[in-house]
């Protein structure tokens, strides 16, 4: 019996990676976390005695070296902020490692790691969630298609047919993420060479299936950034880019508490006690994560490739399709996010994937596989091929 762990198992993305491992494995799945009884109340919700608890804060390497003992793959889904101390831990745990994402810097500083992983023969695979994830792995999948890839760009959007109506507004995924992708710097791949660009530039009207139609998408930092420019630069690629979508009038919101301070990372003095306002601000946005047990929405990633087969311009399209899951209350964001970790580590612990150190998912995951896997839990892909730019 392999023992799968999922750190932070109990915030918004775990539950859906616990799920997952609950519904398609038998297995022993362990959720780890700083807050104990939330973890524990978790995993007494399945009554699986599989499914257990352990605490472990992250900022406590030992606490996390114990609880990642029996581990064979530890899956991470706490914030992103985190990434390394939880990789040292499995370093030292010798367990293999999977996450969500690092937001282009972590992910440069994790990808520093892959002699040691190499050399105690674990892997570490890195962006395994929609996008980072599902996006790095179509990316692959197009790359396939053409003799030579010249350009990668990657987008999402989404569509909510309930609006969340008992709600001013409803943000897709944890406040400091968001805050981050709206105030860090985006970088580029352009003419061969990464570039950094101000913060949401970029914007270009989208056309995605309806009912979501157009969008305005703008640049934001993402990691598909940090591995694309090394993964396809045999195949040719010079130009790689990131938008995201958000609906105009929830951008003109976030923009507003940005351009008043509130998302400075510099601290303040009330009285006498010293805080973030940027840690209060997502503390409070967070409050505006979708959790209501009804949910109705759908998310649709999208990558276009352009490049040429048999000397002859194409481009190649693909998008791929994910929809709420209202049995468990899980929004399109959440399941397209969370189902991804645990087909994954499923994958490592099969051992499919034989490749060893820090690895992106384009660099050793199996297409066809991963998208048979991703079609048995209502995540479709779809592809396009158009000759000419």
């Not at 995993?43 to 070296?65: G, K, M, N, P």
């Not at 992983?117 to 990316?139: E, H, Q, R, W, Y």
Request: a neutral charge; aromatic letters at 8%; charged letters at 25%.
């Amino acid at each position: 019996m392999a023992t799968y762990i999922v750190f932070g198992g109990y915030g918004g993305m775990g539950k859906v990676a616990v799920h997952d491992l609950v519904a398609t494995t038998k297995d022993r799945i362990v959720v780890v976390g700083r807050d104990g009884e939330k973890a524990k109340q978790f995993a007494h919700s399945f009554r699986q005695s599989r499914v257990t608890s352990a605490v472990a804060d992250a900022d406590h390497h030992q606490e996390l070296v114990a609880a990642f003992g029996e581990a064979d793959v530890v899956v991470n889904c706490a914030q992103y902020y985190v990434n390394m101390q939880v990789m040292n831990a499995c370093l030292d745990a010798e367990c293999h490692y999977l996450d969500l994402g690092g937001l282009f810097h972590m992910t440069k500083k994790q990808l520093a790691l892959h002699p040691r992983f190499t050399k105690k023969k674990l892997l570490a695979l890195l962006g395994c969630g929609s996008t980072p994830g599902i996006t790095n792995v179509m990316a692959q999948y197009g790359s396939e298609m053409l003799d030579r890839v010249e350009e990668i760009h990657i987008s999402f959007a989404s569509y909510d047919f309930i609006k969340h109506r008992r709600m001013p507004f409803v943000i897709p995924y944890s406040a400091y993420t968001l805050l981050d992708e709206f105030t860090d710097k985006p970088v580029i791949l352009t003419k061969g060479k990464l570039k950094f660009v101000g913060p949401m530039s970029g914007t270009e009207q989208e056309i995605f299936p309806e009912p979501i139609g157009t969008v305005h998408a703008f640049y934001t930092l993402h990691s598909e950034l940090a591995t694309f420019p090394d993964s396809f630069r045999k195949k040719g690629l010079r130009e790689c880019t990131f938008r995201v979508t958000f609906p105009d009038a929830f951008v003109e919101k976030i923009k507003f508490l940005i351009d008043l301070g509130l998302g400075s990372r510099k601290s303040i003095m009330m009285g006498n006690e010293k805080i973030s306002l940027r840690e209060l601000v997502a503390k409070e946005l967070n409050r505006f994560l979708p959790q209501d047990s009804v949910v109705d929405d759908m998310e649709y990633l999208r990558v276009l490739l352009r490049g040429a087969r048999d000397k002859k311009p194409l481009t190649v399209v693909l998008d791929c399709k994910a929809v709420s899951n209202p049995a468990q209350g899980f929004p399109a964001g959440s399941v397209d996010t969370g189902v991804p970790p645990s087909i994954l580590a499923q994958v490592i612990v099969a051992g499919t994937i034989t490749e060893r150190g820090v690895l992106a998912p384009e660099q050793c995951v199996p297409p066809e596989l991963f998208f048979k896997e991703l079609k048995k839990r209502n995540i479709h892909l779809f592809v396009e091929t158009k000759g000419g730019v």
